[in-house]
């Protein structure tokens, strides 16, 4: 069956970097589009960032572009999210979800989340 | 990138029927087929229930289903049952490859 773990969050300062992984198993992770999502404490989903299965077309959200970066690794079978100049607004539990297609289809597995906090 | 429109909250008893809107804009409800809808309970990961505006994944009840008109999506539960009790999120496709998220309905079975 799909499954998706991500690890990699914890407390982290503003300003500072982290990075996120996602480690997929089930399926053939090098034929398919990966995202990530977002949910600050309380509030809704917010879509990040979407690669292509062979991570060669990278598309992100407003809030995030040019801090993040998402790549994927399809020999480790592992999506990435590189985050930088990390703000106490990014706070937020970060899922990785695999696209049922390849960048336009719905998501249709996600991982159980891990939780970065920004804060000094 | 502004979120689509759901409403905050809606309610039903159990055997009723609810529907919950999704307001985008051409750029995105309006101008794709790509709407999906997914269910949140308490704690847990989003689960797909919809997709492509009226799609079921396998294992979905049939009393979910979804439809849209313009730029308003809509995703009606028929024969509420309490396990339904969950926030609700649209999703589209947006224009250069994008997605976007409504900001989620909260549903209580009264």
């Known amino acids: 069956q799909v499954q998706l773990v991500e690890s990699g969050g914890g407390v982290v300062q503003p300003g500072r970097s982290l990075r996120l992984s996602c480690a997929a198993s089930?399926?053939?992770?090098?034929?398919?589009?990966m995202h990530w999502v977002r949910q600050a404490p309380g509030k809704g989903l917010e879509w990040v960032a979407v690669?292509?299965?062979?991570?060669?077309?990278?598309y992100y959200g407003d809030s995030v572009k040019g801090r993040f970066t998402i790549s994927r690794d399809n020999s480790k079978n592992t999506l990435y999210l590189q985050m930088d100049s990390l703000r106490p607004e990014d706070t937020a539990v970060y899922y990785c979800?695999?696209?049922?297609?390849?960048?336009?289809?719905?998501?249709?597995?996600w991982g159980q989340g891990t939780l970065v906090t920004v804060s000094s | 990138q502004s979120a689509l429109t759901q409403p905050a909250s809606v309610s039903g008893s159990p055997g009723q029927s609810v529907t919950i809107s999704c307001t985008g804009t051409?750029?995105?409800?309006?101008?794709?087929?790509?709407v999906s809808w997914y269910q949140q309970r308490p704690g847990k990961a989003p689960k797909l229930i919809v997709y492509d505006v009226s799609n079921r994944p396998s294992g979905v009840s049939d009393r979910f289903s979804g439809s849209k008109s313009g730029n308003t999506a809509s995703l009606t539960i028929s024969g509420l049952q309490a396990e339904d009790e969950a926030d609700y999120y649209c999703?589209?496709?947006?224009?250069?490859?994008?997605?976007?998220f409504g900001g989620g309905t909260k549903l209580t079975v009264l």
């Open positions: 051409s750029s995105d409800v309006g101008g794709y087929n790509f």
């Open positions: 690669i292509s299965y062979d991570g060669r077309d990278k």
């Open positions: 999703s589209s496709y947006r224009t250069t490859n994008t997605r976007v």
């Open positions: 979800a695999k696209d049922a297609v390849a960048v336009t289809g719905e998501l249709d597995y």
């Open positions: 089930g399926f053939t992770f090098r034929t398919y589009g």
